[in-house]
């Protein structure tokens, strides 16, 4: 059974994909883990920063797109959902040289379209907008589960803002990290997110559901250490379930997300800021020692 | 033959911190406080250049220890505490100039009239009660 760890924040700007991408490779090459890594935002920015623009391209032209597996198995008859992956995706390698498991689905400029063409093909079986979502979102969440006897971890990059696929990750995750930059309009955003992720519909409802027994778990990133932030998070963790790792705002970190095709080790990859990453990692594993710890 | 450097650790390290910040007259507290708390959390050890340099002290120069508007969160303080736990933290500031700057950096609004402590503390009081249902709303 494939744990399923979603990065989610309707703000966009936090780190979402480069978190992703982050633990992606901690999982692997820390943990020793089967990673899948489903890019389901528009942008593909993890897509293009696991495999590069041409390979991306490719996987447009090929119809490997997660817009396509989404189409394609709609109907879910399609035989063979591995078609759409790309495996040993990745400029990482591990200890002995060899590229890390990790595999992707790519992602598609074209997802919103391709999830309006499902709900209009779903409306055509009822008139109620509401069964017509749920029906959407039910169907796409059973096909991000598709994958789970062949991984350890399925990582789910959401996209900001709402949609069917956003639900459906926010809905099938065991657990839901929350990227946010330590400012005003995020502490906002993390506020809101949270409602979403526990099905809540305001903060006194939130409240009523104890901080360890949430799903989500707050991560601050890009982190200068002012004294603006440290109060900003200190009031974020208040209300919501927050990691003691901080990722720094760092050159390093910021430098690795170049499509660059060298294999390198992760300590090469992430240079000064990959203390804080397996700061990162070993407290994500410690949270769910049972289900991806190395 | 005598030397040309030290180095520094710990508490003379900090010390030096301290000393070589307050001495720059066009720093703003703010700042300076934010610069002194990453010194000391990034900086194990220096070695610096002999002779130091004679700089005044903190209160031979006729100013105060740098204020750190960041010490603690008002709202922190409020939630966990109630507002007779902030007032008892505000007490510790004396000076109204460091209470203004305390409410500015937080983003706390306090109205123009609040001009002595006593007025500065109640207004802090009040203005983080409405931050903090200023966010409920914006999350309900």
């Known amino acids: 059974m494939a744990y399923f760890l979603a990065v989610a924040n309707r703000k966009g700007g936090v780190g979402k994909s480069t978190v992703s991408v982050m633990l992606a490779h901690a999982l692997a090459a820390w943990g020793g883990q089967r990673v899948l890594m489903m890019d389901l935002d528009s942008q593909c920015n993890a897509s293009l920063i696991l495999m590069g623009g041409e390979a991306w391209s490719a996987a447009r032209r090929e119809g490997r797109t997660i817009s396509d597996y989404f189409f394609d198995l709609f109907d879910e008859t399609h035989p063979e959902p591995r078609d759409y992956l790309v495996h040993q995706t990745g400029d990482v390698v591990d200890q002995a040289g060899k590229p890390l498991r990790i595999s992707l689905l790519p992602g598609s400029l074209m997802l919103e379209d391709v999830q309006g063409e499902l709900y209009v093909k779903e409306a055509r079986q009822s008139k109620d907008p509401e069964t017509v979502g749920n029906r959407v979102r039910g169907r796409l969440e059973r096909l991000l589960r598709r994958f789970e006897p062949n991984f350890d971890v399925v990582i789910l990059d959401c996209p900001p803002g709402l949609s069917f696929a956003a639900l459906a990750a926010l809905k099938a995750a065991d657990r839901v990290l929350v990227p946010f930059r330590p400012d005003y309009v995020s502490q906002l955003a993390v506020d809101r997110v949270a409602l979403l992720i526990e099905d809540r519909r305001n903060g006194e409802h939130l409240a009523e559901v104890p901080l360890d027994q949430r799903r989500y778990v707050c991560l601050a990133n890009s982190v200068r250490e002012t004294g603006r932030e440290r109060l900003l998070i200190d009031e974020i963790a208040l209300d919501h379930p927050m990691l003691a790792t901080r990722m720094p705002h760092s050159d390093a970190i910021a430098n690795a997300f170049d499509w660059d095709p060298q294999p390198k080790s992760i300590d090469q990859k992430y240079g000064a800021g990959a203390a804080a990453l397996r700061r990162l990692y070993d407290e994500l594993a410690a949270g769910a020692a049972h289900r991806i710890a190395a | ?140």
């Open chain 2, 1 to 140: 033959m005598s030397k040309t450097t030290r180095q520094m650790s710990g508490a003379s390290l900090a010390k030096y911190f301290r000393e070589l910040l307050a001495a720059e007259q066009n720093l703003p507290a703010e700042s300076g406080a934010s610069l002194l708390r990453t010194l000391q959390a990034e900086l194990a050890q220096v070695r610096v250049r002999l002779p130091l340099p004679v700089r005044k002290a903190p209160a031979e120069a006729g100013s105060q220890p740098l204020f750190d508007p960041f010490a603690f969160s008002t709202v922190v303080v409020l939630t966990k505490g109630g507002a007779a736990a902030l007032l008892e933290k505000l007490n510790t500031i004396a000076s109204p100039d460091d209470l203004r700057e305390l409410a500015r950096a937080q983003h706390i609004a306090i109205p123009a009239g609040a001009d002595t402590a006593g007025a500065l503390r109640a207004a802090i009081i009040d203005g983080t009660s409405r931050r903090i249902a200023d966010r409920k709303a914006a999350a309900s």
